[in-house]
């Protein structure tokens, strides 16, 4: 388990720098694609880890379901993005720090076999998106 641990934590730090490096693009509303994208590939690599297989389809819902539920800080990002410079830090800061959050979630899941569904993912996406949030303050 400390393996897979070690590779799913790994992973998720890479996956938050790039969901940081996409939403630094200045560009209002051009981060979603990129931003889903790399938040669903990074479930199905962790569930593939640790040996729990979702689909395209689940892991999409999943993350429609967080995104949901942070409405507030998508939309921030976005409106920030106006403000030169600013907008580029505040924008990478919160995607890759929902990132990051999502996939300690999903590995948090895994490894207390907790099956991923909209409802038990959110509370624990809340828990690590407040440590987030600490650690960058």
Do not use: C
Not at 55 to 84: M, S, W, Y
Request: no cysteine; aromatic share 6%; glycine share 8%.
């Amino acid at each position: 388990m400390n393996d897979k641990s070690a590779i799913a934590n790994r992973w998720i730090l890479a996956a938050g720098a790039s969901a940081a490096t996409i939403g630094a693009v200045p560009i209002p509303g051009s981060d979603f694609v990129p931003l889903t994208a790399l938040q669903v590939s990074l479930m199905l690599k962790l569930s593939t880890l640790y040996g729990k297989p979702i689909t395209k389809d689940n892991a999409k819902e999943l993350i429609i379901a967080t995104i949901v539920g942070n409405i507030g800080k998508t939309v921030f990002r976005q409106i920030v993005k106006f403000v030169p410079g600013a907008g580029m830090v505040v924008g990478a800061s919160v995607a890759g720090g929902m990132t990051i959050a999502l996939g300690h979630a999903v590995k948090y899941a895994h490894e207390n076999d907790i099956e991923l569904t909209p409802k038990s993912l959110k509370p624990i996406y809340q828990m690590y998106l407040k440590k987030t949030n600490k650690k960058e303050k």
